[in-house]
């Protein structure tokens, strides 16, 4: 099954380079469904190897002036210590047992379908964000912590959130720092976070080497190939590809019981049809 695990990771990287969508978002569900690894392993599997290959793009961004250490530093302070208490929680829980199960796969598929739509909406928020302020710039550092918390818990039970979700979150935050600074500082933040949540799931006995090790092989020129082409590919129609993906397995996840999953991914095909209509119009 090697051979499978290189090639998740390399399909996984290549549409992180070219959507920069991040990888928790496509790699935990893969090995959920496919490659049937336990919820807990392919949460912590997957928060070291976004550590991995996120800590690139710190350097890529700071030699760039792309990040914002002060918002680094307020996320900071709320998602560690988050991260550690999820893990102090789950280590007194039996993760094997089905309602630890049920619910990093209930939690996981909510931040799927939160991803979609923020991949979905990130461009016009960015836009409504410059033209409308709405939050008080006096609030924005709290937010920020809170943000941090909420990142810090949920990257850790499912190793989603710290990129899609942390950018549209930043976006309303900080209106008037430019998309670039924003992705930088978000991956800044994304790189101690999922390696301290990673390194948690490792005290937990729920990380597995070997697979990690056959993913990074694949990624790492993935991810080089998807950055190379992203300037030649229709970049939008990825992109909806990808919510689509996002929705639907989401909601398998977090609802299985329900066939909802039709509905949702008609609207989301129909919002970014539009999206891409009007774009060319413009």
Do not use: C
């Amino acid at each position: 099954m090697d051979i499978f695990h290189i090639l998740a990771g390399f399909i996984v990287g290549l549409l992180v380079g070219l959507t920069g969508v991040g990888g928790g978002s496509l790699m935990t569900p893969i090995l959920l469904i496919f490659f049937n690894q336990p919820a807990a392993v392919a949460v912590g599997t997957d928060l070291l190897y976004a550590a991995i290959t996120k800590s690139a793009g710190i350097f890529a961004h700071g030699k760039l002036g792309n990040i914002d250490w002060r918002i680094v530093r307020l996320l900071a302070f709320g998602s560690i210590p988050a991260s550690i208490l999820t893990t102090v929680l789950l280590g007194n829980m039996n993760i094997a047992s089905e309602s630890v199960v049920a619910t990093i796969k209930f939690w996981l598929g909510i931040a799927l379908m939160l991803t979609a739509l923020s991949v979905i909406f990130r461009k016009q928020l960015a836009s409504l964000s410059k033209s409308r302020h709405w939050v008080n710039t006096k609030n924005a550092p709290t937010l920020t912590v809170l943000l941090g918390t909420a990142l810090g818990s949920l990257v850790t039970l499912t190793s989603v959130g710290a990129g899609a979700l942390g950018v549209t979150a930043l976006l309303i935050l900080y209106p008037k720092v430019s998309i670039t600074k924003i992705i930088g500082t978000d991956v800044a933040h994304a790189v101690p976070l999922t390696l301290v949540a990673g390194l948690g799931h490792v005290s937990l006995g729920t990380v597995d080497y070997s697979l990690l090790g056959t993913l990074l092989i694949g990624s790492i020129p993935g991810i080089w190939i998807g950055s190379h082409l992203s300037a030649k590919v229709a970049e939008h129609w990825i992109r909806l590809l990808l919510a689509l993906i996002l929705v639907y397995v989401g909601q398998k996840l977090a609802f299985p019981e329900m066939n909802v999953v039709i509905g949702l991914a008609f609207l989301v095909l129909i919002i970014g049809l539009k999206q891409i209509k009007h774009r060319k119009a413009s």
